[in-house]
């Protein structure tokens, strides 16, 4: 009697798996795609950017919005993904280590950047953008 049920089992398991690949083989790609509709992304962004400040609470917030507001010395380069990415110039043409102190870097800076008010960007601008981020007594 068992050898019975195993068979009835194992042709019932045989059929379903046959009408399901038949199924799918005739299945259109436009029934699948559906008609219009919502989609939903879920991310972690703790901290979305704003104009005052850089975020620091995850990455989520800073890839969807922060890449559009800001632009950094160097950026990575994420034109592949086969390979770690490579360090690009950014708002720097070109960065070096100091000959004289190891524990420096010198960044070379692009020429004739505006910011959207029209004010230049230059090694001030860097440095007061560096100080607010990394010091707390910093007025701005």
Not at 42 to 58: C, F, H, K, L, S
Not at 95 to 101: C, G, H, I, M, T
Request: aromatic letters at 12%; charged letters at 25%; one cysteine or more.
């Amino acid at each position: 009697m068992e050898r019975a049920d195993t068979r009835q089992s194992t042709k019932t398991f045989l059929l379903l798996t046959m009408l399901g690949l038949l199924g799918m083989l005739f299945c259109h790609p436009a029934i699948a795609q559906g008609r219009g509709g919502v989609l939903r992304i879920a991310m972690t962004a703790a901290d979305i950017p704003y104009t005052g400040g850089q975020p620091d609470q995850g990455f989520e917030g800073f890839r969807f919005i922060g890449f559009q507001l800001y632009d950094a010395l160097v950026r990575w380069d994420l034109s592949q993904g086969d390979r770690l990415p490579d360090l690009v110039p950014g708002l720097a043409e070109s960065w070096e280590v100091s000959k004289e102190d190891t524990t420096k870097w010198i960044f070379h800076l692009r020429r004739g950047v505006k910011f959207h008010d029209g004010t230049d960007f230059n090694a001030d601008a860097v440095l007061w953008n560096w100080d607010k981020i990394k010091t707390k007594e910093a007025p701005q």
